[in-house]
């Protein structure tokens, strides 16, 4: 099975630019999870999508938003990029059903994103 | 209070010796528990789960759950400087679907 995979892998954008990043999940899975990962907080969740709906958020600006396709793909949406922004972008998918094991997340390569 | 707490370290452990890595969790109706390992510049792998109190061991990892003093370690064995990364600990958090939850992660470093 392919794994989950984050397009694309680096991107520079200056502040006040948005950007747009992919997540394709592992096939079957129809969850996904967005993480922001910085050297000083560690990873932050951001929002999971589950059938195409938003079921968690984090404790992000509205700035962050993201949606999730019939196919199970998901995309991250930042808009008005701050400098404060540049992290590791990382989602991780799962089989998002509640039963033991149906929870555990796999890792997309992640997306560098630096804001100048 | 932080819902998963871990020491940021560096943990320094000698090549061959036993790393002990450890977690502790606010919530005590936490179900699932998770250890990662992320190389530098790399992306969270899974090493494994653990749901009942207990060892669990998978190869030279073993995960141990305590519920009732909540906390989850995870001990790897004959310690290889391949090892040498940060383990994050993630926590099921109950309350809502899919809300796991990190720590900050360890770092280890085994010295050859």
């Known amino acids: 099975k392919a794994g989950v995979t984050q397009t694309p892998r680096y991107l520079i954008k200056t502040r006040g630019q948005q950007v747009t990043l992919s997540c394709s999940p592992i096939?079957?899975?129809?969850?996904v999870s967005w993480y922001q990962q910085t050297p000083g907080q560690g990873l932050q969740f951001l929002f999971e999508y589950f059938s195409e709906t938003q079921r968690n958020k984090g404790n992000f600006p509205g700035r962050f938003s993201g949606r999730q396709f019939s196919n199970s793909r998901s995309e991250m949406n930042v808009s008005t990029l701050e400098l404060g922004d540049s992290a590791l972008y990382l989602c991780a998918s799962s089989l998002g059903g509640s039963s033991r094991g149906q929870e555990t997340q796999y890792f997309g390569p992640g997306t560098r994103l630096l804001v100048l | 209070q932080k819902e998963v707490e871990q020491n940021s370290g560096p943990l320094s452990v000698p090549e061959g010796a036993i790393a002990s890595l450890n977690c502790t969790y606010s919530d005590r109706g936490s179900q699932s528990f998770f250890w990662y390992r992320q190389y530098s510049g790399k992306s969270p792998e899974l090493i494994m789960s653990i749901y009942s109190n207990g060892d669990k061991e998978d190869g030279r990892f073993t995960a141990q759950l305590n519920k009732a003093s909540q906390y989850v370690s995870l001990l790897i064995r004959d310690s290889q400087p391949s090892d040498s990364a940060t383990y994050l600990c993630a926590v099921r958090v109950p309350g809502g679907y899919q809300k796991v939850t990190f720590g900050i992660g360890t770092k280890l470093q085994v010295i050859p």
């Open positions: 096939s079957g899975h129809r969850s």
